[in-house]
């Protein structure tokens, strides 16, 4: 009954290489967002996608790429891993972009380790 | 641009202490504010919410208020329990989310 789920829980990896994440929701809901938490726990939104269409992204290197296969899915690909990489990677969903009262359900992280 | 600013920590409390977590915010529009939990090894969890001025959000004991005059939304538990250490983030939001830097909780039994 996961709400939002993503895999792998724990990622490492030797620089250089190409990753992905995978995440879905079964909440039916319509956007879907990755952030990244560094290691003093700040949280940084990196991309939302809303009916497969990319309506943030945060100034981040090209070298991520969130593909969406469907509304459930929002996937997580990342080309060259550098060590500035290593953090958790969260997932999350909302019902509706536009709403400000709208909550966000967090994924339980992917730890990326990058070495 | 929109901001939450709380308070730095760790806090470290005792059991049945009172809890205050202090969070302020700067935005354009009308947020809606939040309160997430996030445990060891654990995602976020929406702890509590107020979606417009004077509402108060509460949950598991915590309770925080909107507070517009002020800008602020702390959070405060009467009692604290040893399972409530924790990571705690502040948020609003108008459009996208914005996350306060976190606070850590930790309860001594």
């Known amino acids: 009954d996961t709400a939002v789920s993503q895999t792998p829980k724990y990622l490492v990896t030797q620089m250089g290489n190409d990753k992905s994440i995978k995440c879905e929701q079964n909440?039916?809901?319509?956007?879907m967002y990755w952030y990244k938490q560094d290691s003093k726990k700040f949280l940084k939104i990196m991309f939302s996608?809303?009916?497969?269409?990319?309506?943030i992204n945060e100034t981040v290197p090209n070298r991520f790429s969130p593909k969406s296969p469907d509304k459930a899915h929002l996937n997580l690909h990342i080309n060259s891993l550098e060590l500035g990489d290593s953090a958790v990677y969260f997932c999350?969903?909302?019902?509706?972009?536009?709403?400000?009262?709208?909550?966000?359900?967090f994924g339980p992280g992917t730890r990326l380790t990058v070495l | 641009g929109d901001s939450v600013t709380q308070m730095e920590g760790p806090v470290t409390l005792s059991e049945e202490a009172f809890l205050t977590i202090n969070c302020t915010y700067t935005?354009?529009?009308?947020?809606?504010l939040f309160w997430y939990v996030q445990y060891p090894g654990e995602g976020l969890q929406l702890l509590l919410k107020?979606?417009?001025?004077?509402d108060k959000g509460s949950n598991k004991g915590f309770e925080a208020t909107y507070r517009k005059e002020t800008t602020s939304f702390h959070l405060e538990k009467g009692s604290v329990q040893v399972s409530d250490s924790a990571v705690y983030f502040c948020?609003?939001?108008?459009?996208?989310?914005?996350f306060g830097a976190g606070t850590r909780l930790t309860v001594k039994p």
């Open positions: 999350a969903s909302s019902q509706d972009s536009g709403g400000s009262t709208d909550t966000q359900y």
């Open positions: 909440l039916g809901h319509d956007t």
């Open positions: 996608y809303n009916n497969k269409e990319l309506i």
């Open positions: 935005a354009t529009g009308y947020p809606s």
């Open positions: 107020a979606t417009k001025a004077d």
């Open positions: 948020a609003l939001r108008v459009w996208d989310m914005r």
